[in-house]
């Protein structure tokens, strides 16, 4: 028996509220880095993988050495929703000066 076509507010109405922010479990970028590193022997694209190995290991190094950054405060995070904007917004948003000390690590380590 085929399923019926929802109509509009039936699925909002069903669905379990989606959690604001989901963090790793562990670090993607360690996960990543092993995975490829498993698959580079005897592969075709050996190099390829050994390298974006390296630059995955290099990604979590500077991950985990990153300070904690600060997140928009109460009073912009319910300024940006009465406005529909967005509170991490590309366009305007100070970047803390530690990713380029993260970006150094992952070229220097690259």
Known sequence: MP???LQPGEIEAGAPPAPWLKLPESSPF????KRLAALAPGHALDE????TAA???AQHEAYSRMPTVALPSAEVLDLCR???MPPLNAANLER???WRA????I???S
């Open 30 to 33: 360690a996960d990543r880095a």
């Open 96 to 98: 803390d000066p530690q």
């Open 48 to 51: 390829f993988l050994r390298f």
């Open 82 to 84: 009465a406005h529909a």
């Open 55 to 57: 630059l995955s290991e």
């Open 3 to 5: 399923n019926p076509i």
């Open 102 to 105: 993260a970006l150094r690590h």
């Open 107 to 109: 070229l220097d380590q």
